[in-house]
C-alpha cells in the first residue's frame, strides 16, 4: 500500500513531470498531444493543493474524490494517442503516466490519517 504523504509526493512529481513531457519528449507540436498531458498535469497539481491529505494547502476534496479523478485522468491519458489519432506522433508517455495514473490511487491507503 501507498500511505498518503507518499502519494501526494507522487501527485506533484507527475503533474511537473506532465507539464515538462512535450518538451523532453519532443512532443509539443501545440497539438492535443502537448496540451492535454500539460493540462492533466496542472489538474494534478491543484487538485493536490487542495485535496485532504498531508501535502496539500487547503483540506478541501475528499481522498477519495481525488483518487476517482486521478484514474479517469489516467484512463484519458492512457488511450488519448489512439482515440484523439496521434499514436503516431508519440504514444508511450501517455501510455506510461496514464497507466500509473491508476495503479498508483488503486495502491493507495484510503485509511490512512488523510486530514492531517
Not at 479523478?69 to 508519440?90: E, R
Request: hydrophobic share 55%.
Amino acid at each position: 500500500m501507498i500511505d498518503t504523504k507518499t502519494h501526494g509526493i507522487i501527485d506533484y512529481v507527475t503533474g511537473a513531470l506532465l507539464l515538462v513531457a512535450p518538451y523532453l519528449f519532443n512532443f509539443a507540436t501545440g497539438g492535443i498531444e502537448q496540451w492535454l498531458p500539460q493540462l492533466l498535469g496542472v489538474l494534478i497539481i491543484v487538485m493536490s493543493l487542495l485535496t485532504r491529505y498531508e501535502l496539500s494547502v487547503a483540506k478541501v476534496i475528499p481522498l477519495k474524490v481525488h483518487l476517482g479523478v486521478d484514474m479517469a485522468g489516467g484512463a484519458l491519458l492512457a488511450v488519448s494517442p489512439w482515440l484523439f489519432g496521434f499514436a503516431d506522433i508519440i504514444w508511450w508517455p501517455h501510455l506510461l503516466v496514464g497507466l500509473l495514473e491508476i495503479v498508483v490511487p488503486l495502491m493507495t491507503d484510503r485509511t490512512a490519517r488523510a486530514s492531517t
